[in-house]
């Protein structure tokens, strides 16, 4: 399947270049797999008017977080919450959920009921039913898969392709927070440590924290989205970052995207903080990550229904420039975006 080498580093590929490689000698054998790698979730047809639709996110302690300050109900909360994210990015519904997880004996019961209280916080959130998973030891730390079923009707399914020139680039909520919440965690720990017994000073950020430490995926959106008649031409969830999705969405879409530096919604506490931070907040929203925000198109005829829409911005549009974009300043300057998302087997 693969030729023999010597060794190759995982970082010379990037964590993308690692599933395209890996992946790219695979063929589907059922005409039932009509979407594979590449997108939020796969898309299988069994006839009927709905697709499935399947995703699958792990966590492991050390990687994805760090127990010292992220409570296990929260974690909980957020494996689910990361997983159906991935079925609403397809403006589907989540249906079901498996779970895998890996425990040392480190845990008690008491802390792994923690663990499924946030679970099932999360089923009743997002109305979706626990029907199995897997249970195993693991030599150290805890890891956590959430596996997501859904469903779409089969004239609503939303992929990262299909962005058409103009569109316009619409985001929900907020950018920048969870990451900023991190920062803030990360600095309290090193200080408690440093100071056994301080207090850490959370004051005035818990909203950045909560992000952090228990996100939202963005359910009400997909719903929203169907009140007002609007199919998006290609949608992401954010996960990584908006830099990274942008790309995302046009190289599957085979467009470009000029984004506008002063519409990027934050909230005064992400731009306060990453400010404390010696930090640009432009930055912290365009490579944050971690934000569970929809990211998608629409056609320049929803333009009226978005604008003034609360739970909406319109941060920027697509591009005939394929795989171009760029970042427009006040005074109308424009920087290429990087996308930091990308180098995740790096350093
Ligand atoms: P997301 O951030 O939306 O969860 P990922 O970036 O993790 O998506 O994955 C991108 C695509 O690659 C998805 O379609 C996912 O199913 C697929 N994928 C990721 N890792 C693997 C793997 N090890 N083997 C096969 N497919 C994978
Ligand atoms: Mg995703």
């Given at each position: 399947?693969?030729?023999?080498?010597?060794?190759?580093?995982?970082?010379?590929?990037?964590?993308?270049?690692?599933?395209?490689?890996?992946?790219?000698?695979?063929?589907?054998?059922?005409?039932?797999?009509?979407?594979?790698?590449?997108?939020?979730?796969?898309?299988?047809?069994?006839?009927?008017?709905e697709y499935v639709l399947l995703s699958t996110d792990a966590?492991?302690?050390?990687?994805h977080f760090d127990l010292s300050f992220h409570p296990l109900?929260?974690?909980?909360?957020?494996?689910?919450?990361?997983?159906?994210?991935?079925?609403?990015?397809?403006?589907?519904?989540?249906?079901?959920?498996?779970?895998?997880?890996?425990?040392?004996?480190?845990?008690?019961?008491?802390?792994?009921?923690?663990?499924?209280?946030?679970?099932?916080?999360?089923?009743?959130?997002?109305?979706?039913?626990?029907?199995?998973?897997?249970?195993?030891?693991?030599?150290?730390?805890?890891?956590?898969?959430?596996?997501?079923?859904?469903?779409?009707?089969?004239?609503?399914?939303?992929?990262?392709?299909?962005?058409?020139?103009?569109?316009?680039?619409?985001?929900?909520?907020?950018?920048?927070?969870?990451?900023?919440?991190?920062?803030?965690?990360?600095?309290?720990?090193?200080?408690?440590?440093?100071h056994p017994g301080a207090q850490p000073d959370l004051q005035?950020?818990?909203?950045?924290?909560?992000?952090?430490?228990?996100?939202?995926?963005?359910?009400?959106?997909?719903?929203?989205?169907?009140?007002?008649?609007?199919?998006?031409?290609?949608?992401?969830?954010?996960?990584?970052?908006?830099?990274?999705?942008?790309?995302?969405?046009?190289?599957?879409?085979?467009?470009?995207?000029?984004?506008?530096?002063?519409?990027?919604?934050?909230?005064?506490?992400?731009?306060?903080?990453?400010?404390?931070?010696?930090?640009?907040?432009?930055?912290?929203?365009?490579?944050?990550?971690?934000?569970?925000?929809?990211?998608?198109?629409?056609?320049?005829?929803?333009?009226?229904?978005?604008?003034?829409?609360?739970?909406?911005?319109?941060?920027?549009?697509?591009?005939?420039?394929?795989?171009?974009?760029?970042?427009?300043?006040?005074?109308?300057?424009?920087?290429?975006?990087?996308?930091?998302?990308?180098?995740?087997?790096?350093?």
């Amino acid at each position: 399947m693969f030729e023999n080498r010597e060794r190759t580093e995982l970082s010379d590929l990037g964590e993308f270049g690692l599933i395209e490689h890996l992946t790219k000698t695979f063929s589907n054998v059922n005409a039932s797999s009509l979407l594979g790698v590449g997108d939020d979730a796969a898309v299988i047809d069994n006839g009927g008017d709905e697709y499935v639709l399947l995703s699958t996110d792990a966590m492991f302690e050390g990687v994805h977080f760090d127990l010292s300050f992220h409570p296990l109900k929260h974690l909980g909360y957020k494996a689910v919450s990361t997983a159906v994210s991935d079925i609403y990015a397809m403006n589907g519904q989540a249906k079901q959920i498996l779970v895998a997880i890996a425990l040392s004996n480190r845990f008690s019961l008491e802390a792994v009921e923690e663990l499924y209280l946030g679970i099932k916080i999360a089923c009743e959130k997002f109305s979706v039913d626990l029907v199995g998973g897997d249970t195993t030891a693991s030599p150290k730390g805890l890891s956590i898969a959430v596996t997501a079923l859904g469903t779409v009707a089969k004239n609503k399914l939303v992929r990262r392709s299909g962005a058409g020139e103009n569109d316009l680039l619409v985001v929900s909520g907020d950018l920048g927070a969870a990451y900023m919440g991190l920062q803030i965690l990360e600095r309290e720990k090193k200080v408690f440590l440093e100071h056994p017994g301080a207090q850490p000073d959370l004051q005035g950020h818990e909203y950045i924290i909560g992000r952090q430490l228990r996100p939202e995926a963005r359910l009400d959106v997909v719903k929203i989205l169907d009140e007002l008649g609007i199919v998006p031409s290609c949608m992401i969830d954010i996960s990584d970052g908006l830099a990274s999705e942008v790309h995302h969405l046009g190289i599957h879409s085979g467009c470009g995207f000029d984004i506008y530096d002063e519409k990027l919604p934050m909230d005064p506490q992400v731009i306060s903080t990453a400010m404390d931070f010696d930090l640009n907040p432009t930055v912290v929203a365009l490579n944050g990550g971690e934000d569970y925000e929809l990211l998608f198109t629409v056609a320049q005829e929803h333009y009226e229904k978005i604008k003034n829409h609360p739970d909406f911005t319109i941060i920027g549009h697509a591009t005939s420039e394929k795989n171009q974009f760029r970042l427009i300043g006040k005074s109308g300057a424009a920087f290429e975006i990087q996308a930091q998302g990308w180098q995740h087997f790096k350093g």
